[in-house]
């Protein structure tokens, strides 16, 4: 079980990065840090995006999803029962709407990455 702890950690922290990345973006922006226009931070941020709203598009259920709940399975444990720490940070991650309302979110928020890039350019350093 420690290992599918392990990568709901490392979901949460790979969400935290997609999120608070476009903040620290658009903020940056404001308060003029130069780091948020690093080329590689803002590749690899708009890479990670867009792999969610590919996946959205397809259908297809996120890796780091499908091998917690396989390792979850091979431990024995159902679901997402667990320590307090453990049911917090799932329930921020999985959560029930149909499956329209994902890919309209994923595809704005991508759109706001993608804005990113104009507002606030990327520099090679």
């Known amino acids: ?10 979901h949460v922290l790979f969400v ?4 608070f990345g476009v903040v620290a973006i658009y903020l940056g922006r404001i308060w003029a840090w130069p780091w948020v226009r690093n080329f590689w931070f803002r590749v690899l941020h708009l890479a990670a995006i867009l792999f969610v ?7 297809a259920i996120c890796p780091l999803t ?4 396989q390792l979850r399975a091979r431990g024995g444990g159902e679901g997402y029962e667990g320590a307090f720490i453990q049911h917090w940070l799932q329930m921020l991650l999985y959560y029930e ?8 979110a994923y595809t704005a928020f991508a759109a706001l990455v993608i804005a990113s890039w104009f507002v606030v350019p990327p520099k090679r350093l």
Do not use: H, N, R
């Open 97 to 104: 709407a149909p499956e329209w309302v994902f890919i309209v």
């Open 53 to 59: 709203v590919l996946q959205s598009w397809v259908g």
């Open 66 to 69: 499908t091998w917690e709940m």
């Open 1 to 10: 079980m420690l290992a599918a702890d392990l990568i709901l950690i490392g």
């Open 16 to 19: 935290a990065f997609v999120v």
